[in-house]
């Protein structure tokens, strides 16, 4: 893989990492005013999305900023996207099912 598309993944890790945290969010607001949060555990599960997508923001920056470790970096930035992926396809999934309750 040459060192451009490299930059383009973790670009994309980026604005889709940043995106997804800010829907997460989001969705915390709500789930605080609707005050779901003492019924359910979805506050919780979106806040550890929170940190997985921030963390995949940090590691994805350092892979554009870095010459010698990016590679490594946008591979972490990678595999902590797709755990931040399962936490809020959690969150999601929990929330339909307190709703439709």
Avoid: P
């Avoid at 990492?17 to 800010?22: C, D, E, R």
């Amino acid at each position: 893989m040459s060192d451009r598309n490299e930059k383009d993944v973790s670009r994309h890790i980026l604005s889709a990492s940043a995106t997804l945290l800010g829907f997460c969010f989001v969705l915390l607001s709500f789930i605080k005013t609707g005050g779901m949060a003492d019924k359910t555990y979805i506050d919780e599960i979106a806040g550890i999305g929170i940190m997985f997508f921030l963390a995949s923001c940090i590691f994805s920056y350092a892979s554009m900023r870095s010459q010698k470790n990016a590679l490594r970096y946008e591979k972490i930035a990678d595999i902590i996207f797709l755990i931040g992926l399962v936490f809020l396809t959690l969150v999601t999934i929990i929330l339909v099912f307190e709703i439709i309750h």
